[in-house]
């Protein structure tokens, strides 16, 4: 059930040492399909800000997802997203940018808590 997914998605943020306060916005469309989008400050500046697509019917299916991790002037730290616009990438449509738009490597589809992880290990959980 959506229901449920919204509730770990909020526990993981909850749980982030490096995230204070938040912005989440939950969309239910269905019993098992959901749209979440966030915008998490870090306690160092810097800000993730992520959308999510979800059909929660059999497993999770991200149909769509982007958590886009930036430096408090703006500038990008890193993006995973899976609009396919690198079809060469051998896990296309998944791909990170680093640093820049056009630096893209391919990368394993992550979840939030994934994501979470990386930033706390860039900006030093206590």
């Known amino acids: 059930m959506i229901d449920d997914y919204f509730r770990e998605l909020l526990e993981t943020v909850n749980a982030s040492p490096v995230i204070g306060a938040h912005d989440i916005a939950l969309e239910k469309r269905s019993d098992f399909i959901g ?4 915008d998490l400050p870090v306690r160092d500046g810097s800000r993730l800000h992520f959308r999510e697509f979800v059909d929660t019917e059999h497993g999770v299916d991200r ?3 982007a958590y886009q991790y930036q430096r408090a002037d703006n500038s990008l730290i890193f993006r995973y997203d899976n609009t396919d616009h690198y079809p060469d990438l051998p896990n296309a449509p998944h791909h ?3 640093n820049s738009e056009n630096n893209v490597i391919s990368a394993t589809a992550p979840d939030l808590a994934a994501v979470l992880k990386e930033i706390e290990t860039l900006v030093g959980a206590e």
Request: charged share 30%.
């Open 35 to 38: 749209y979440i989008r966030g």
């Open 63 to 65: 149909y769509m997802y």
């Open 96 to 98: 990170k940018h680093e």
